[in-house]
């Protein structure tokens, strides 16, 4: 009689507990779908593309490109801080494309951290170089390009003109390195160079400093023993 009583509360107990494991494993399953959909749709998620803010410049756009830029940045004042004190520059507008081309490499920071890397005592210091390779990454970012002479605006290279050297290459037509500088520092000028260099500017304070940098010490390829940097460039009011 008692085995009659208790077959039937073991049945009950057993399917009871089996319910409750079955619950559990279902929470388990839909818990681990939930996880993973979640997963996947995060995973999914497409990455947005950022268009970069300037153009890598070539010889097939730079001129176009700084046409539109000389007229939206019409920033002609320069101060160039050096390990020997600040010069001051005023940029030309008639020279716009030279011009537009100082104030874009200026704004894009790429002359902080160069040097003046050749020095002429009683002629020229010139600057925007340097042997350091984050220099080198520096102008591969910006573009490479060369642009034209523009020498007949009437401007000429008297002390403390500020112009722009031609290309390292051989080429007839002058076409100007953009990322170096140089200033006449000779007195009654160098107006040879004239007719082959463009002038772009003048200092118009701090030639004792251009004075001093022309007297370091330099060795036979004009470069400073000692490393004569441009700390930083950036355009005044």
Partial sequence: ?????????????????????????????????????????????????TEPEFPVLTDNNAMEFFLEYEKENPEDKVRITTDFGIIEIQLYNKTKFHRANFVY??????FNNTQFYRVVKNFV???????????????????????????????????GAISMPSSEIENAYKLASPFQFFIIQREGGANYLDRDYTVFGEVTSGMDVVDKIANVKTDEGDWPLSNVYIRKVELIN
């Fill in 1 to 49: 009689m008692k085995f009659q009583l208790l077959f039937p509360m073991v049945i009950g107990i057993g399917l009871l507990l089996m319910s409750c494991e079955d619950k559990q494993t279902s929470k388990d399953k839909n818990t681990s779908i939930a996880k993973d959909s979640i997963i996947s749709k995060i995973k999914s998620k497409p990455k947005l593309k």
């Fill in 105 to 110: 490499l200026t704004k894009r920071n790429y």
């Fill in 125 to 159: 210091i010139q600057g925007g170089s340097s042997d350091d390779y984050n220099i080198a990454k520096r102008r591969k970012k910006i573009g490479h390009y060369l642009l034209p002479p523009d020498t007949k605006r009437g401007y000429t290279h008297k002390r």
